[in-house]
């Protein structure tokens, strides 16, 4: 965002000032930079199945205890331990082959 105002600046405003606030936006965007790159760093990419977790969904078939839900727009083979019936909004608590384990949301 700073380097676009920085552009800006620089065809807009008259010399010197051009310079000098354009110089100011390109220590922002540094410093912008840096904050999202600490921000970041080291947090491990979620993909695939175990972007899945604490996702939420919808039961579609009774799961007692194993039935079926839509989850991310997607049909999964479920666990429910304690029981969902269709309609219920339930999350992933984990995943075992296909097969979802769910709770019910409160």
Partial sequence: ?????????LL????PWNLIVSGACLVGFVGEVGFWNMKVRGK??????????E???TVLTPCHPIGQVLVVGERWEARCDEGADPGEKVRVV???S?????EKVA
């Fill in 94 to 96: 984990a995943i075992e």
């Fill in 12 to 15: 807009i405003l008259p010399s």
């Fill in 1 to 9: 965002m700073f380097l676009i105002a920085g552009l800006v600046v």
């Fill in 98 to 102: 296909l097969t979802l384990t769910v």
């Fill in 44 to 53: 491990r990419k979620r993909v695939g199945v175990e972007a899945l977790i």
């Fill in 55 to 57: 996702a939420e969904g």
